[in-house]
């Protein structure tokens, strides 16, 4: 079984920054052969996908909503998954999502829709104030 845990979420004020991180354990020992991604929630809305990368590292893709200021990246010695988030915006409050497609090394690119991804964590929330 994998468990995948977000941390990172809270208050901040536009313009600023969080970092959210996305932390994977259980049977992990295949974590470099995932693709990983980070959707988002909104009140009243459907999910979307905000940003995926490859289980390669060498492939990431962007919602147009946060290209260029957002930045996935990964750490696979830690099972590790993180989201740079800049230049925060009211529009990017949500709940955020991890998740992991453990057959990602199958996989062209990285899926921008949620079916490839098989596990999913409880989500951290961020709000930006205006």
């Known amino acids: 079984q994998v468990q995948v845990v977000e941390s990172g979420g809270g208050l901040v004020q536009a313009g600023g920054s969080l970092r959210l991180s996305c932390a994977a354990s259980g049977r992990t020992s295949t974590f470099s052969s995932w693709n990983m991604g980070w959707f988002r929630q909104a009140p009243g809305k459907e999910r979307e996908f905000v940003a995926g990368?490859?289980?390669?590292?060498?492939?990431?893709k962007y919602a147009d909503s946060v290209k260029g200021r957002f930045t996935i990246s990964r750490d696979n010695a830690k099972n590790t998954v993180f989201l740079q988030m800049n230049s925060l915006k009211p529009e990017d409050t949500a709940v955020y999502y991890c998740a992991a497609d453990t057959h990602g090394v199958f996989r062209q690119g990285v899926g921008v829709g949620p079916s490839p991804y098989d596990y999913w964590g409880q989500g951290t929330q961020v709000t930006v104030s205006s």
């Open positions: 990368i490859s289980w390669s590292d060498d492939y990431t």
